[in-house]
């Protein structure tokens, strides 16, 4: 299960990380994560930040100065 995998190997910092790079995925993508689809795409983007080879980041994301 990928929480109880996120729960038991990954820290805190890790975490805030993630979090942070959600919030810039909903945001710039416009999710709306009471749909499937949505929710869908975040778990598989939290999966590939936490455990893969890194999350993407939206083309029009533009890093803030």
Avoid: C, D
């Avoid at 893969?52 to 939206?58: D, R, S, T, Y």
Wanted: aromatic fraction near 14%.
């Amino acid at each position: 299960m990928l929480f109880r995998s996120i729960f038991e190997n990954i820290s805190e910092e890790a975490w805030h990380l993630w979090m942070a790079h959600q919030t810039i995925l909903i945001n710039e993508n416009h999710l709306v994560l009471f749909k499937p689809e949505h929710r869908k795409y975040i778990e598989e983007q939290m999966e590939q930040f936490l455990f893969g080879k890194g999350a993407e980041l939206p083309a029009q994301f533009v890093k803030p100065e």
